[in-house]
């Protein structure tokens, strides 16, 4: 099946949406082990100690800003694009790069998924090209069998086409 028309790929929003309730139980944990620890030492010296837990969350809060930005900068950065005769991969937000790769080039594809990525119905999609001896793996793909179909489906005969065997 060709078509001409491209399909974009971003990576999963529900992996993204995880990774942040992940980052904001940590950054509550962690919290609450600094606001323990520094009421168990005040108490051991006598001091009084009221001003502990704001200063802990003006402390933690550009922490938690800086990886909120820093996740969120990393996931719209990068895309996939399937064409016709090739996959596209772009990422960067201010250096921005662009990586081509033919599918003739393309020998053999596998899904990976954890049983998390299974839950929220995303995966890795694994190419191998023997052109290069390595794999192409494309992280957090939402419906990577699909994916991984279209990457098939888009591959030229393998009969007629020369490869690299791997070692």
Same mark, same amino acid.
């Given at each position: 099946? =060709?078509?001409?028309?491209? @399909?974009i790929?971003? !990576?999963? +929003?529900?992996?993204?949406?995880?990774?942040?309730?992940?980052? =904001?139980?940590?950054?509550?944990?962690? #919290?609450?082990?600094? $606001?323990?620890?520094?009421? &168990?030492?005040?108490?051991? *010296?006598? #001091?009084?100690?009221?001003?502990?837990?704001?200063l @802990?969350?003006? &402390?933690?809060?550009?922490?938690?800003? /800086?990886?909120?930005? *820093?996740?969120?900068?990393?996931?719209?950065?990068? @895309? #996939?694009?399937?064409?016709?005769?090739?996959?596209?991969?772009? /990422?960067?937000i201010? !250096?921005? /790069?662009e !990586?081509? #790769?033919p599918?003739r080039?393309?020998?053999s594809?596998?899904?990976?998924? $954890?049983?998390?990525?299974?839950?929220?119905?995303?995966?890795?999609? /694994?190419?191998?090209?023997p052109? &290069?001896g390595?794999?192409?793996?494309? *992280?957090?793909?939402?419906?990577?069998h699909?994916?991984?179909?279209?990457?098939?489906e888009? @591959? +030229?005969?393998?009969?007629?086409?020369q490869?690299?065997?791997?070692?």
């Amino acid at each position: 099946m =060709e078509t001409d028309i491209s @399909t974009i790929i971003h !990576k999963s +929003p529900v992996l993204l949406a995880f990774k942040i309730i992940i980052l =904001e139980v940590l950054i509550e944990l962690l #919290y609450l082990v600094i $606001s323990g620890l520094a009421q &168990l030492i005040g108490q051991q *010296f006598d #001091y009084n100690i009221r001003l502990i837990s704001p200063l @802990t969350q003006l &402390l933690l809060l550009p922490v938690q800003i /800086s990886v909120l930005v *820093f996740m969120l900068t990393k996931w719209s950065g990068e @895309t #996939y694009e399937i064409q016709k005769e090739e996959i596209i991969i772009r /990422s960067g937000i201010l !250096k921005r /790069s662009e !990586k081509a #790769y033919p599918f003739r080039n393309m020998q053999s594809v596998i899904v990976r998924q $954890s049983i998390m990525e299974r839950l929220v119905g995303a995966g890795a999609v /694994s190419v191998f090209i023997p052109t &290069l001896g390595t794999d192409l793996v494309f *992280f957090e793909v939402p419906n990577p069998h699909k994916f991984a179909e279209q990457i098939k489906e888009a @591959t +030229p005969d393998q009969f007629n086409s020369q490869f690299i065997m791997r070692k």
